[in-house]
T-cell receptor, first 111, second 117 residues
Framework: DAGVTQSPTHLIKTRGQQVTLRCSPK?????VSWYQQALGQGPQFIFQ???????QRGNFPDRFSGHQFPNYSSELNVNALLLGDSALYLC??????????FGPGTRLTVT | AQSVTQLGSHVSVSEGALVLLRCNYS??????LFWYVQYPNQGLQLLLK??????LVKGINGFEAEFKKSETSFHLTKPSAHMSDAAEYFCAVGYQERYSSASKIIFGSGTRLSIRP
């Protein structure tokens, strides 16, 4: 049983560009959350998707947007990249309870 | 509002010694509490969780945590540290919106555990 998978593993972008990160949830999971983890800090909640809708959002600007597909996979889009967007982006999935399973993350570097 | 405070950004213990990582939480509703471990360049792995059942929770790799409501604490312990325990540990509080499926987990800033030979 594959766990949560994320792609790509690493990527480097330039300020002002746009980026799309992808996540496939653990089998049987229907809810996907995205987190940003800056270096040396704990993960910060970006938003959560369920039934293809954004259900809850953290304190992130509108430059951060997402999507969930009918197969429960999800994308995180970030527009107009800033240097401060450099971080590890984690995807997590769950079913009924609050236990979330995390993927390995995508390391985004903005130069 | 929910929040988590981890006391000590870095803890160092000798191999075989007791591990104690401190976590205090704030929650306006009965909390769900978690400890996660993160090894370098990896995602987060759940160590254990408290969901209002037994106050002493046993997790993987010999870790356990005790929920103390009066102290709003959820400290993580392990009787005997092993070199492989060296990692970053995160305490987290979670809650679910009452009338929706929305949920959120709020993480502490983490504690880096080092093990001395």
């Amino acid at each position: 049983d594959a766990g949560v998978t994320q792609s790509p593993t690493h990527l480097i972008k330039t300020r002002g560009q746009q980026v799309t990160l992808r996540c496939s949830p653990k089998s049987g999971h229907d809810t996907v959350s995205w987190y940003q983890q800056a270096l040396g800090q704990g993960p910060q909640f970006i938003f959560q998707y369920y039934e293809e809708e954004e259900r809850q959002r953290g304190n992130f600007p509108d430059r951060f947007s997402g999507h969930q597909f009918p197969n429960y996979s999800s994308e995180l889009n970030v527009n107009a990249l800033l240097l401060g967007d450099s971080a590890l982006y984690l995807c997590a999935s769950r079913r009924q309870d609050l236990e979330q399973y995390f993927g390995p993350g995508t390391r985004l570097t903005v130069t | 509002a929910q929040s988590v405070t981890q006391l000590g950004s870095h803890v160092s213990v000798s191999e075989g010694a007791l591990v104690l990582l401190r976590c205090n939480y704030s929650s306006s509703v009965p909390p769900y509490l978690f400890w996660y471990v993160q090894y370098p360049n990896q995602g987060l792995q759940l160590l254990l969780k408290y969901t209002s059942a037994a106050t002493l929770v046993k997790g993987i790799n010999g870790f356990e945590a005790e929920f103390k409501k009066s102290e709003t604490s959820f400290h993580l312990t392990k009787p005997s540290a092993h070199m492989s325990d060296a990692a970053e540990y995160f305490c987290a509080v979670g809650y679910q919106e009452r009338y929706s499926s929305a949920s959120k987990i709020i993480f502490g800033s983490g504690t880096r555990l080092s093990i001395r030979p």
